[in-house]
């Protein structure tokens, strides 16, 4: 049976949306200034290379931890491309990797990325069906113990 999500976004005023999640998380999102909208709220499209670092970065560092690694530190950030002319779509993304740790190896981090990528995050594979992701890592110095 598969599973179902409800969003529900309500017109608060001019361009601007109340979104809420099915868990009743919310947030507001809004058009750009020149079609109606805000500059304070989020965009929509802001919301894809977010989504894709957060569930990125959630199942690499789940695997590290599974395989008992100390991480320190951990940033990701997003690079995307868009389409010159609308839709503007997606075209491309690159996710870097910033991580420190006690012990770490290019390798392992490596790996867990492969399987963020192709197994265990349901952003990258709905998104990688669209556009290319690739991925790079700098492997910090830890400065703890």
């Known amino acids: 049976m598969p599973l179902t999500m409800t969003a529900r976004l309500r ?12 868990r009743g998380k919310q947030l507001r999102l809004s058009a750009a200034a020149e079609e109606g909208g805000t500059e304070v709220e989020l965009r929509p499209m802001e919301l894809l290379p977010l989504a894709l ?9 789940s695997i590290l931890r599974k395989k008992r690694l100390q991480i320190t530190s951990y940033e990701v950030v997003v690079h ?4 010159e002319h609308h839709p503007r779509v997606f075209t491309a993304f690159h996710v870097e990797h910033c991580i ?4 770490l190896g290019q390798e392992v981090i490596e790996r867990a990325i492969e ?3 192709t197994k265990y995050c349901p952003v990258s ?8 992701i690739t991925h790079s890592v700098t492997l910090l110095t830890s400065t703890e113990p």
Not at 80 to 83: G, V
């Open 80 to 83: 995307s491309e868009r389409a």
């Open 100 to 103: 420190a740790g006690v012990a």
């Open 125 to 132: 594979a709905m998104l990688r069906a669209v556009a290319p």
């Open 11 to 22: 017109l608060q005023e001019n361009m601007t949306f109340l979104a809420e999640t099915a």
């Open 53 to 61: 670092g957060a569930c990125t970065g959630i199942t690499v560092l």
């Open 115 to 117: 399987l963020s990528e």
